[in-house]
């Protein structure tokens, strides 16, 4: 049941569960586990070829998977892994969405920070870390100050 822009592949390496962490999907797979996923996505898991082959869709259907489930519907079982990937994909992509996010708010702090003149900083470093630096040292200093108190506190 994959479109023309999704390819079922399967998982054949060793390790049970296999959990991908390179390419940020989210997605886990059991040994011989196929799942159809967009084209984009399996061409970088393809590359490992130690790991994971293309299955056509004819091959997918009298696979490793119905044997093992002689009972039941088996259109249900094939229709059930393209929804648990699908989810999976999008849950994942919602927590991507979220920790790009949060690097955007922190990059503009950064952007916001190396723009700031030595008082500006002072102020920033007091009012938001109770910190206070040294009068004497240069806007730069001050500066790579700022920024470790952000790398250590969390942005305010």
């Not at 009972?71 to 979220?98: F, I, R, V, Y």
């Amino acid at each position: 049941m994959s479109t023309k822009d999704e390819v079922s592949i399967k998982y054949i390496g060793k390790r049970e569960p296999w959990h991908d962490r390179l390419y940020r999907t989210g997605l886990v797979f059991d040994c011989n586990q196929v799942r159809t996923i967009p084209w984009d996505m399996a061409r970088k898991f393809l590359r490992h070829e130690d790991l994971f082959e293309k299955v056509d869709a004819d091959a997918k259907d009298e696979g490793d998977e119905t044997p093992e489930k002689p009972e039941g519907d088996t259109q249900n079982d094939s229709n059930q892994k393209p929804d648990d990937t699908q989810a999976l994909l999008d849950e994942q992509e919602a927590k991507n969405k979220d920790k790009d996010d949060e690097q955007k708010e922190l990059q503009a702090l950064y952007d916001q920070v190396n723009v700031m003149d030595k008082d500006a900083l002072k102020d920033f470093a007091q009012n938001h870390y109770q910190q206070n630096t040294n009068n004497s040292k240069s806007v730069e200093n001050i500066r790579i100050d700022v920024v470790g108190m952000i790398d250590q506190f969390g942005a305010p």
